[in-house]
């Protein structure tokens, strides 16, 4: 299986990366050098030439306090990067797994995200 990881210099993506690859396998360990994904030309071109099977989005603004102070940016990597995503491997016809953090999700409803 081709994979695509997405923000594989963090913690999360570097894990995910390191265990596939042990796991036999092919994996395109990405981080914002190798794809800005609050481009959304970039990221169509990027993954209409990747022949991914699945895209893995690990990538996030993390610095909580620099994003009051930055917020278009946090905006557009956590809100616009992954709509870019979801609408590229959409019309690819990709699985996209898109990973966040209990400050997002924190399991208090009872209904889906």
């Known amino acids: 299986m081709r994979m695509i990881v997405i923000g594989a210099q ?7 990366t390191r265990r596939a690859l042990a796991q ?3 994996v395109l360990a990405w981080d914002q050098a190798e794809l800005d994904i609050t481009d959304a030309v970039a990221v169509n071109q990027t993954l ?24 278009e940016r946090a905006f557009a990597v956590n809100r616009d990067g992954p709509v870019h ?3 590229a491997c959409a019309r690819l016809n990709i699985p ?6 209990d400050y997002v999700y924190d399991g208090a409803k009872t209904s889906p995200y």
Do not use: F, M
Not at 10 to 16: A, F, I, K, S, Y
Not at 48 to 71: F, H, L, R
Not at 96 to 101: D, F, M, P
């Open 85 to 87: 995503l979801a609408t």
């Open 96 to 101: 996209l797994l898109h990973i966040s953090t």
């Open 48 to 71: 209409d030439a990747s022949g991914a099977d699945i895209v893995i989005n690990a990538a996030a603004y993390t610095a909580v306090d620099k994003a009051e102070q930055e917020p």
């Open 24 to 26: 036999g396998h092919d």
């Open 10 to 16: 963090g913690q999360v993506g570097w894990e995910l």
